[in-house]
C-alpha cells in the first residue's frame, strides 16, 4: 500500500490499490516513532548519532532521484536556481515517507535540545542539501493541493481516503506536520527566492508568474474553465502553504515555545468553530502513548465551561481574550471547519460591533536555528506573488483570480507586517533590523512592466466595490502600515513615536466610528422611506376596496366575540359548568383549516366532516396491577373500570385538522405506495399501515386513527328546562321507572310475550316518556362515518381484537378511553404542580375537547339497544335493581369512568319529552357518583389519628363527616374502625376526592364549553371550593347526603352490604385506597457504578447461573432482564422474540423503558417492529453520556434528564419519540428490534 501513484489522465481506475494497510502500520507506529524521538533527545551524543544515522540512509534514498531527470535552470525576479524538470501531475508520487520525516523530527530535537548551537562541528549541517530535503515533502503537499484541485478524480477512492488519513487527527503528528517541518528546515538553509521558485515549479504555477501578462491567457473568456478553476485552487493552495510554513511555529524547536502553548493553540482553535464538549475536543486533539491530550491542564485558561440543559451536553467556549488569537489558516483546518470558524468569529465581532477584519495574530519568534523563516515574506520573488495577484484583483474583469487567493495574499501581508512590528518593538540599540518590508511595498515595480506598488494597489482596493468583504482587512494593513512608518521615523526611545502613534490610532478608530455611523444612518432613512411607501399603499388598496374593508373589519369583530365566547353572558356571576343553571355561554363559529387542501370550513352538525390525527394506544401508566391480563379479549367485558387502572387507552393527538374526505385521499395514497414497494424493500418501517398507521402530513407524527371535530353537544340538542325539577329521590324513581319500561320493551322485542305487554301496561310511566322513541340523528352522513371510524380505532386497539364496529363493547372502549385520557392528563398537571386550566399545549386541549364531544355523540353511530342496555346495567350498580344482580361492589369501580360512561349513554336515554331536563339528569348523576366516591373514600380510608397538629375548630364539614362515618360503621356491622376525630376524616376526603374532582371540571369545561373561574386558571389554597362551585357541588360534600337522606342511606346500605365490601373489612381481599399515588419511573442509584454492580451479580434465569451478556433493566417496574439473548426468547403471539418485547407486554401493554446497563444506553420499545435508544440520564463531570462505556468516565445521575424520560412516559409519548427517531435515522429501521 505505500507504492507511488501516477494521475490517472484518460479513463478512471480500474481496480481500487490497497492503501489500508500501510495506514494501520503508521497508526501503530506513530507513538512508537515519537516514543523514539524523546528517547533520543535524552542523551546528546544519542541525538547526534541518530541524526547522523537517519541523514545517511535518507541521502541513500535520494542517491538515485535525479537519475534520468533533465536539469532546468528556474530566473524570476533577478534570481536563478537550478533543479529537475518533475511534475507531480505526471510522475509517480508517494504520500508514505518515514525517514524524511523522522529527520525532520530530530532536526526540531537539535534545536529544542540546543544541541545545535553547542556542538556545530559535530553535525552534518553542511552536508545537507535543502533542494533534496524538500523536495518529497514538497511533492506530497503539492499532492494534496492537487487532489483539492479536482485533477486526480480518475484515482478513485484509494487516494482520496489516503489524502484524509494524511491530514487526520490520528496520523498528521508524523506525516502532515514533519512535512511542513522539513520544509521548513529546507527553507530556513536556502535562499527563500529559490525555495519559491522551486514551490512554483511543483507547483505547475512557474509560467503564469515569471512570464508578464501571462495570468491573461487564462481569462474565463478565453481558456477551458476547468484548467482556470484548477490552477486558481492551486495557487490557493500553494499560498495556504507558505502561510504554513511561516506562520506554524508553536512547536517547541521551532518557535520560542513550551508544549503546553501547542495545546492551548490547538484548543483555541477548535472552539474558534463552535463550543465543543470535552469529548469532541479530546478527539480532536492527538493522544500521547498515555493516552493522554494534556487537555486539563491548559483548558481552564482558554475556556470557560458551559453546563448542559435537558438535552445537550456540557460545552466548553473560548474566553474572550483568546479570539485574538485566532489564525484563519489554522494548519489543522479541514476546509469545511475553516469556514465554520470563520463564519463564526466574523459573526462575534458584528455582535462586538467591531470590523470583521481576520488579522494573522501576533506570534512567537523562531528558534535561531529557524530564524531565517520570515525573510520569506520580503522576497523578491514572494513580493513579485503578492503583486501579480493583487494586480488582477484591480484590473478583475481582464484576469481569472478568486476571492481566496486575494484573502490569502492579504493574509501574508498582514503577517509580514505584524513581523516587522515586533522587530521594531523589541529592537535593541546594538540590533539593526533586516526586516524591511514596508519599504518594499512601498516602491513601484522596475521597467519594463512599471506595475504601481503594492501599498498602491492596496489603496486602490480599498475602495474597489467589488471587495467588499475584504474592505475592513484592507483597512486593518493600511492601518499597522501606517503605525509601522511612525514606528520607524521616530526613535526607540522618543515619547513623541508613542503619542503620534496613539494619536493615528485614535484618528483612525474615529474615522471608523464615523463612516459606521454613517452607514447606519442610510440604512435607518432606507427603512423609514419603505415602511412610508407601505403605509401609503395600505391606505390607498383601504380606499379602493372600502366595502371589502368594512366586511373584514365585522369578521374582525365576529372572530373576537368567538374568542371571548367563554367569558359568560354576565361577567360577575358564578361559572357553573353543568345542571340547570349551568352557565350559558355566547355560540359562536369554529372555522378552521384543513392542513391537506388549505381550504377552510366551520364546523357544524350537517357539513363535511373535519378531522385531527390521532394516535390510540394501551396503557399501563396508571396502573396499580400490572400483572393482571385479559384472558380472552373477545368475551371480555370492558363496562366497569377496575379502580387500580390496570390497563386504560389512551388517546394522543399533534393537533393537526384535515378534512375527512382529504385524510382518506392521502391514507389511500399511503397504502397504494406501500403496496408498490418491492417485497425485497419491505423492512419495517416506522408505521405499519396494516395496522391503520400513517405519519401526519404536516409534522409526521405517528398517528392510527382520526378523531372527528365537532361542535359543542348541548347546541344541536333542544334543553328542556323547567320551573320545576325532581330532586334526586324523584329521579331516581323516575328513571328507574323509565329501565324497567325499556327492559320490558326488549324483552318484548326478543319473543313477543303476553305477559309483558300486560306489565306494560300496568307500569305507571312518566309522562312524555315514550320507550320506543328514536332519537334523530343530527349529525351528516360524514360525520357519522369518521365517528365509526374512531369508535372502531379505539376498540381495536384498546381490546386487541379485530375491528367490528357493530360490537356492543365498542361505545365502552369509547367512553373508556375519553376518561382515562382526561386521567392521565390530570395526573400530569398535578405531578408538575400546575394549574388545572390555561396550561395545556394546544395539541391536548384541541384533543380533549374532540374526545370530550366524541364521547358525547358516539351513540348516534352505536345500536339504540345497546346503549340503552349499558345505561341499565351502569346505573344498577349505584342504584340496584332485581334485573342486574352480578355487578361488582363499588370498591371495584373507578368512579370517574363511571360517570363519563353514564353521561354517555344518559344522552341518547334523555331524548324524549319527559319533562326532565338534559342538565337535571347530568346534575343528578355527577352527584349520585360524587357521593358513591365519597363512601369509597371513607371505606378504604387508612386514617391514623396520630399527634398531627390539628385545628380544635369543630367545624361543620367535621361534624357533618363524623356523623356520616359512624352511620357507616353502623351499616357495616362496626367493622370499620372507629374514629373520632372529624379533621382527619375531612382531611382525609378532601384529599381523597380531589383527582375527582379535577377530572370532573376538565370533563364539563370541555364537554358544555363553559370556562373556568379565575381562581382554578391559577394555582391557590382555596382550589377544592372552587371546583365545588364551578361542579355545582355544595362545600361541605355531606350536604349531597342530608338534603336527600332517605334515599342516599338506603343506597349506602345496599353498598355496604356487598359480600366484596364485607370481605375488605374483614381483611380478606385488598382495595385501593385514595387518592391514589401517581406512578413514577423507579428510583435509580446516583452514582451509575452500583449498577454495574447490580448487572454483574445478575445471572440468566434459563442458562443455569451463567452471567448475562446485555443485563436490561425496566425502568418502569425495576425487573432486570436478560436481552438480546437466544436463551430469553420466548414465544408472544406466535412469534420468537427477546426478553425485552415480551416484558413490554406484560409490564407496559407493549411499550417499554429499558436501560442497557453494559452500553449505559435506553433503549424505548413499542410493539416487535419499533424502537429506538435514547441518551441515558447519567452524565459525566464534564456534562456528557457516554454510550458504550468507551471512555470511562464516573458517571452520575442527572436527575432533570431523568425526569424528562419519566415525562415522556407519563405523556404517552414513547411511541412519537420512536417514530420521529426512525424516520430521522433510517438505520433503526432494519434493526431486529423483537429479539432485544
Not at 519 to 529: D, N, S, V, Y
Request: net charge negative; glycine share 4%; hydrophobic share 35%.
Amino acid at each position: 500500500g505505500m507504492d507511488p501513484i501516477t494521475r490517472q489522465v484518460g479513463q478512471h481506475i480500474e481496480m481500487e490499490p490497497e492503501w489500508e494497510a500501510a495506514f494501520t502500520l503508521q497508526m501503530k507506529l506513530t507513538l512508537v516513532i515519537s516514543m523514539m524521538q524523546d528517547w533520543c533527545a535524552l542523551d546528546e551524543k544519542v541525538l547526534i548519532e541518530a541524526y547522523k544515522k537517519c541523514l545517511t540512509v535518507l541521502m541513500q534514498c535520494h542517491s538515485g532521484f535525479t537519475d534520468g531527470e533533465q536539469p532546468i535552470v528556474l530566473s524570476m525576479c533577478g534570481h536563478s536556481v537550478e533543479t529537475i524538470r518533475y511534475c507531480v501531475s505526471q510522475e509517480k508520487v508517494s504520500i508514505h515517507l518515514p525517514v524524511s520525516r523522522l529527520l525532520a523530527g530530530l532536526h526540531v530535537l537539535l534545536s529544542k535540545t540546543e544541541v545545535a548551537y553547542k556542538f556545530p562541528e559535530l553535525l552534518p549541517l553542511s552536508e545537507l542539501s535543502p533542494p533534496m530535503l524538500i523536495e518529497h515533502p514538497l511533492r506530497c503537499l503539492v499532492l494534496c493541493a492537487q487532489v483539492h484541485a479536482g485533477m486526480w478524480r480518475r484515482n478513485g477512492f484509494s487516494l482520496v481516503n489516503q489524502i484524509y488519513y494524511y491530514h487526520n487527527v490520528k496520523c498528521r503528528r508524523e506525516m502532515f506536520d514533519k512535512d511542513i517541518v522539513m520544509l521548513q528546515t529546507g527553507v530556513s538553509m536556502m535562499d527563500p527566492n529559490h525555495f519559491l521558485m522551486i514551490m512554483l515549479s511543483r507547483f505547475e504555477l512557474y509560467q503564469i508568474f515569471s512570464t508578464p501578462d501571462y495570468g491573461k491567457r487564462f481569462s474565463t473568456e478565453n481558456t477551458n474553465k476547468d484548467v482556470v478553476q484548477q490552477n486558481n485552487t492551486l495557487i490557493e493552495e500553494m499560498l495556504y502553504l507558505i502561510i504554513m510554513i511561516v506562520g506554524e511555529r508553536f512547536s517547541p524547536g521551532i518557535g520560542q515555545v513550551n508544549a503546553t502553548d501547542e495545546i492551548k493553540r490547538e484548543i483555541i482553535h477548535q472552539l474558534s468553530i463552535r463550543p465543543m464538549a470535552h469529548s469532541e475536543l479530546v478527539k480532536a486533539l492527538p493522544e500521547d502513548e498515555n493516552r493522554e491530550t494534556g487537555m486539563e491542564s491548559v483548558i481552564e485558561e482558554v475556556a470557560c465551561f458551559k453546563k448542559p440543559g435537558l438535552t445537550g451536553r456540557g460545552l466548553y467556549e473560548l474566553k474572550p481574550e483568546c479570539a485574538r488569537n485566532f489564525n484563519l489558516y489554522f494548519y489543522h483546518f479541514s476546509r469545511a471547519e475553516q469556514s465554520k470558524a470563520e463564519e463564526a468569529q466574523r459573526k462575534l465581532k458584528r455582535q462586538n460591533r467591531e470590523d470583521t477584519a481576520l488579522p494573522p495574530p501576533a506570534l512567537p519568534p523562531f528558534c535561531p536555528l529557524f530564524a531565517s523563516l520570515v525573510n520569506i515574506l520580503q522576497s523578491d520573488v514572494m513580493l513579485c506573488i503578492m503583486g501579480t495577484i493583487l494586480q488582477w484583483a484591480v484590473e478583475h474583469n481582464g484576469y481569472a483570480w478568486s476571492e481566496s487567493m486575494l484573502q490569502r495574499v492579504l493574509h501574508l501581508i498582514g503577517m509580514a507586517l505584524q513581523e516587522e512590528k515586533q522587530h521594531l518593538e523589541n529592537l535593541s540599540e546594538e540590533n539593526v533590523v533586516t526586516f524591511t518590508f514596508t519599504q518594499k511595498i512601498s516602491r513601484p515595480g522596475e521597467a519594463p512592466n512599471n506595475s504601481p506598488s503594492i501599498l498602491a494597489m492596496l489603496e486602490t482596493l480599498q475602495n474597489a466595490p467589488h471587495l467588499e468583504v475584504h474592505k475592513d482587512m484592507i483597512r486593518w494593513i493600511l492601518k499597522t502600515f501606517n503605525t509601522i512608518k511612525k514606528l520607524r521615523e521616530s526613535s526607540s526611545t522618543s515619547p513623541v513615536a508613542e503619542t503620534e502613534e496613539n494619536i493615528m490610532e485614535e484618528s483612525s478608530r474615529d474615522k471608523d466610528k464615523a463612516e459606521r455611523k454613517r452607514k447606519a444612518e442610510i440604512a435607518r432613512l432606507r427603512r423609514e422611506k419603505i415602511m412610508a411607501q407601505m403605509s401609503e399603499m395600505q391606505r390607498h388598496f383601504i380606499n379602493e376596496n372600502k366595502e371589502l374593508f368594512q366586511q373584514t373589519l365585522e369578521e374582525l369583530d365576529t372572530s373576537a366575540s368567538g374568542v371571548h365566547e367563554n367569558s359568560p353572558v354576565i361577567s360577575d356571576a358564578k361559572l357553573t359548568a353543568l345542571g340547570p343553571e349551568q352557565t350559558r355561554v355566547a355560540e359562536h363559529r369554529q372555522v378552521v383549516m384543513c392542513i391537506l387542501c388549505q381550504e377552510e370550513q366551520e364546523v357544524k352538525v350537517d357539513s363535511r366532516a373535519m378531522v385531527l390525527a390521532a394516535f390510540i394506544q394501551r396503557s399501563t401508566v396508571l396502573s396499580k396491577n400490572r400483572d393482571k391480563i385479559i384472558p380472552d379479549p373477545e368475551k371480555y367485558d370492558p363496562l366497569f373500570m377496575h379502580p387500580d387502572l390496570s390497563c386504560g387507552t389512551h388517546t394522543g393527538s399533534c393537533g393537526h385538522i384535515m378534512h375527512a374526505h382529504c385524510w382518506q385521499r392521502y391514507f389511500d395514497a399511503v397504502q397504494a405506495k406501500e403496496q408498490r414497494r418491492q417485497q425485497r424493500l419491505r423492512v419495517h418501517t416506522s408505521y405499519d399501515v396494516e395496522n391503520g398507521e400513517f405519519l401526519c402530513p404536516l409534522c409526521e407524527c405517528l398517528s392510527n386513527t382520526v378523531i372527528p371535530l365537532l361542535p359543542p353537544s348541548r347546541v344541536s340538542f333542544n334543553r328542556l328546562d323547567f320551573s320545576r325539577q325532581p330532586n334526586l329521590a324523584q329521579w331516581i324513581k323516575t328513571i328507574s321507572q323509565q329501565i324497567k319500561a325499556l327492559c320490558l320493551l326488549r324483552d318484548e322485542d326478543c319473543a313477543s310475550n303476553s305477559a309483558n305487554s300486560e306489565k306494560m301496561r300496568q307500569l305507571h310511566l312518566p309522562e312524555g316518556f315514550r320507550p320506543d322513541f328514536k332519537p334523530k340523528n343530527p349529525y351528516s352522513e360524514s360525520i357519522k362515518e369518521m365517528l365509526t371510524t374512531f369508535g372502531t380505532a379505539t376498540y381495536k386497539v384498546g381490546l386487541k381484537v379485530h375491528p367490528n364496529e357493530e360490537d356492543p363493547r365498542v361505545p365502552i372502549m369509547c367512553w373508556g378511553s375519553c376518561a382515562y385520557t382526561i386521567q392521565t392528563i390530570e395526573r400530569i398537571l398535578a405531578d408538575e404542580d400546575k394549574p388545572l386550566f390555561g396550561h395545556l399545549p394546544c395539541r391536548q386541549d384541541d384533543c380533549l375537547t374532540s374526545l370530550t364531544r366524541f364521547a358525547a355523540a358516539h351513540w348516534t353511530v352505536s345500536s339504540l339497544s345497546a346503549v340503552q342496555g349499558h345505561f341499565c346495567t351502569l346505573l344498577a350498580s349505584l342504584v340496584p335493581n332485581e334485573k342486574n344482580g352480578n355487578l361488582p361492589c363499588i370498591l371495584d369501580i373507578d368512579m370517574f369512568h363511571l360517570l363519563v360512561s353514564k353521561l354517555g349513554a344518559l344522552f341518547i336515554h334523555c331524548q324524549d319529552f319527559s319533562g326532565v331536563s338534559l342538565g337535571t339528569g347530568d346534575l343528578h348523576l355527577f352527584h349520585l357518583v360524587t357521593m358513591a366516591h365519597i363512601i369509597q373514600i371513607l371505606l378504604t380510608s387508612s386514617t391514623e389519628e396520630n399527634g398531627m397538629d390539628q385545628e380544635n375548630t369543630n367545624s361543620e364539614e367535621e361534624v357533618a363527616v363524623l356523623t356520616l362515618y359512624k352511620f357507616l360503621c353502623q351499616c357495616t356491622g362496626s367493622a370499620l374502625k372507629e374514629i373520632s376525630s372529624g379533621w382527619h376524616l375531612w382531611r382525609n376526603l378532601k384529599a381523597g376526592i380531589m383527582p375527582f374532582l379535577r377530572c370532573s371540571a376538565l370533563f364539563f369545561h370541555y364537554l358544555n364549553g363553559v370556562p373556568a373561574p379565575s381562581e382554578i386558571q391559577v394555582n391557590g389554597t382555596n382550589q377544592f371550593e372552587h371546583l365545588c362551585s364551578y361542579l355545582s357541588l355544595p362545600n361541605n360534600l355531606t350536604c349531597l347526603f342530608q338534603e336527600n337522606s332517605e334515599i342516599v342511606n338506603t343506597l349506602i346500605e345496599s353498598w355496604c352490604s356487598n359480600n366484596e365490601v364485607k370481605r375488605y373489612l374483614e381483611g380478606k381481599r385488598h382495595a385501593i385506597s385514595y387518592a391514589r399515588e401517581s406512578n413514577k419511573l423507579i428510583d435509580l442509584p446516583d452514582d451509575y457504578s452500583c449498577l454495574i454492580n447490580q448487572a454483574s451479580n445478575f445471572s440468566c434465569p434459563k442458562s443455569g447461573g451463567d452471567k448475562s451478556r446485555a443485563p436490561t433493566l425496566c425502568l418502569v417496574c425495576g425487573t432486570m432482564l436478560c436481552s438480546q439473548s437466544y436463551c430469553c426468547q420466548t414465544e408472544l403471539e406466535g412469534e420468537d422474540v427477546g426478553a425485552c418485547t415480551a416484558h413490554t407486554y406484560t409490564c407496559g401493554s407493549g411499550v417499554g423503558i429499558f436501560l442497557r446497563v453494559r452500553e449505559c444506553q435506553v433503549l424505548f420499545l413499542a410493539g416487535k417492529t419499533k424502537g429506538c435508544f435514547y441518551p441515558p440520564p447519567y452524565l459525566d463531570d464534564y456534562g456528557e453520556t457516554d454510550q458504550g462505556l468507551r471512555r470511562g468516565n464516573p458517571l452520575h445521575l442527572c436527575k432533570e434528564r431523568f425526569k424528562k424520560i419519566q415525562k415522556l412516559w407519563q405523556q404517552h409519548s414513547i411511541t412519537e419519540e420512536i417514530g420521529h427517531a426512525q424516520e430521522a435515522n433510517q438505520t433503526l429501521v432494519g434493526i431486529d428490534w423483537q429479539h432485544l
